[in-house]
C-alpha cells in the first residue's frame, strides 16, 4: 500500500473542511406579523367582551416557512425566512391585538384566556390567500356566536347582540414586491382590514338598541 504525503493527505482534510463550512445554512430570518392601522375605531355604549375562538388558514400556508409567488405562478418555500409561529397561531394573535385597536379598551379576550359569561366567540376561516400581479387577496369568512350559557331568546346574548355572520369577503391590498417581508406585510394589512369588518359587525347590534 503506497503511502501519500504528509502534506497532501493535509490538503485533503483541509478541502474538505472548507467544503463543510461552504455548506452551512444562510442565517434564518424570522417575522411577525404586525397591528395593522384601524381604518376607524368602534364605539358602542356597554363594554361587550369577544374573542376569536378558532382561526383557520389554506392548509398549504400553515407552516413555520415563509410561502411567497414564483416566477412560474407558483408558491415558493423560503427555507430561510420563517413565521415566529405556526401562520395559524400568528394570525390569531395578530387579529387579537388589531380588534383591541379598533374595539373599545377592555373588550377583547386574548386566545388563551376564558371567555367570560355572555361574550362573543368568533371563528374565522382564511379560505385563500392568493397573488394576482402586483396584489393580495384574503378571501376570509367569519361567525360570530354568543359564549354557551349566555343567550337568550330570539338569538340575543345577555348584553342584547344578536348573533352576526359573514361569508367570504375578499379584501385585497397592494404587493409591490414578492420578497418574503412583502409577504409578511400584505399579510399583516389584510389581517387589518379583516379585523376593521369583524369590528364592525360586533358593534352592529349595539347601534340597533
Same mark, same amino acid.
Given at each position: =500500500?503506497?503511502?501519500?504525503?504528509?502534506?497532501?493527505?493535509?490538503?485533503?482534510?483541509?478541502?474538505?473542511?472548507?467544503?463543510?463550512?461552504?455548506?452551512?445554512?444562510?442565517?434564518?430570518?424570522?417575522?411577525?406579523?404586525?397591528?395593522?392601522? /384601524?381604518?376607524?375605531?368602534?364605539?358602542?355604549?356597554?363594554?361587550?367582551?369577544?374573542?376569536?375562538?378558532?382561526? &383557520?388558514?389554506?392548509?398549504?400556508? !400553515?407552516?413555520?416557512?415563509?410561502?411567497?409567488? $414564483?416566477? *412560474?405562478?407558483?408558491?415558493?418555500?423560503? #427555507?430561510?425566512?420563517?413565521? $415566529?409561529? *405556526?401562520?395559524? %397561531?400568528?394570525?390569531? %394573535?395578530?387579529?387579537?391585538? !388589531?380588534?383591541? @385597536?379598533?374595539?373599545?379598551?377592555?373588550?377583547?379576550?386574548?386566545?388563551?384566556?376564558?371567555?367570560?359569561?355572555?361574550?362573543?366567540?368568533? #371563528?374565522?376561516?382564511?379560505? @385563500?390567500? *392568493?397573488?394576482?400581479?402586483?396584489?393580495?387577496? =384574503?378571501?376570509? &369568512?367569519?361567525?360570530?356566536?354568543?359564549?354557551?350559557?349566555?343567550?337568550?331568546?330570539?338569538?340575543?346574548?345577555?348584553?342584547?347582540?344578536?348573533?352576526?355572520?359573514? *361569508? @367570504?369577503?375578499?379584501? %385585497? @391590498?397592494? =404587493? /409591490? &414586491?414578492? %420578497?418574503?417581508?412583502?409577504?409578511?406585510?400584505?399579510?399583516?394589512?389584510?389581517?387589518?382590514?379583516?379585523?376593521?369588518?369583524?369590528?364592525? !359587525?360586533?358593534?352592529?347590534?349595539?347601534?340597533?338598541?
Amino acid at each position: =500500500m503506497t503511502k501519500r504525503p504528509w502534506w497532501l493527505a493535509f490538503s485533503a482534510v483541509s478541502a474538505g473542511a472548507l467544503a463543510l463550512g461552504g455548506c452551512q445554512s444562510a442565517a434564518t430570518r424570522v417575522y411577525t406579523l404586525e397591528v395593522a392601522a /384601524p381604518a376607524t375605531r368602534v364605539r358602542y355604549d356597554q363594554a361587550l367582551a369577544v374573542r376569536i375562538d378558532n382561526l &383557520s388558514v389554506p392548509a398549504g400556508w !400553515d407552516r413555520i416557512e415563509i410561502l411567497r409567488p $414564483s416566477g *412560474s405562478g407558483t408558491l415558493k418555500i423560503s #427555507d430561510f425566512d420563517h413565521w $415566529s409561529a *405556526s401562520l395559524r %397561531q400568528a394570525a390569531r %394573535q395578530a387579529l387579537s391585538a !388589531d380588534l383591541s @385597536e379598533r374595539l373599545p379598551p377592555g373588550s377583547v379576550v386574548y386566545p388563551r384566556l376564558p371567555l367570560p359569561p355572555g361574550a362573543l366567540g368568533i #371563528d374565522v376561516d382564511i379560505l @385563500e390567500f *392568493s397573488f394576482v400581479g402586483s396584489r393580495a387577496s =384574503m378571501q376570509a &369568512s367569519w361567525v360570530i356566536t354568543p359564549a354557551a350559557g349566555g343567550a337568550t331568546a330570539a338569538g340575543a346574548t345577555a348584553t342584547g347582540a344578536t348573533v352576526a355572520q359573514r *361569508s @367570504e369577503a375578499l379584501l %385585497q @391590498e397592494a =404587493m /409591490p &414586491s414578492t %420578497q418574503p417581508a412583502a409577504v409578511v406585510r400584505a399579510w399583516s394589512d389584510l389581517i387589518g382590514q379583516l379585523a376593521d369588518r369583524i369590528a364592525a !359587525d360586533v358593534a352592529a347590534p349595539r347601534a340597533e338598541n
